[in-house]
């Protein structure tokens, strides 16, 4: 059984940095594409980050230069490191494989932005 758990999510100034985790079981983080997504409130949950297996990663505009997305082999682990936040960036933030798989979604993991 897949799970994914995702955290690392705080309440931050705007110009601040937060890194992300999600900790993968039942599936090898290496094997596939894997995602990192957010849904803000009153809106639809989107792709922000993901890196592909064979190596690569794709950023939306949105958080390119801002965002990075990597993941430790070894502990099975994809992170998300956030520099510069703007209060947009407030959401959950979700991971899963890239494209998503309706069964993988966790609980996220809040990070809000605000002053």
């Known amino acids: 059984q897949v799970r994914l758990a995702e955290s690392g999510g705080n309440l931050v100034q705007p110009g601040g940095s937060l890194r992300l985790s999600c900790a993968a079981s039942?599936?090898?983080?290496?094997?596939?594409?894997m995602g990192w997504y957010r849904q803000a409130p009153g809106k639809q949950r989107e792709l922000v980050a993901f890196?592909?297996?064979?190596?690569?990663?794709f950023y939306v505009d949105s958080v390119k230069g801002r965002f990075t997305i990597s993941r430790d082999v070894a502990r099975n682990t994809v992170y998300l490191q956030m520099n510069s936040l703007r209060p947009d960036d407030t959401a959950v933030y979700y991971c899963?494989?890239?494209?998503?798989?309706?069964?993988?979604w966790g609980q996220g993991t809040q990070v809000t932005v605000s002053s």
């Open positions: 899963n494989r890239y494209p998503s798989i309706v069964d993988y």
């Open positions: 039942g599936s090898p983080v290496s094997f596939y594409d």
């Open positions: 890196i592909r297996a064979a190596g690569g990663m």
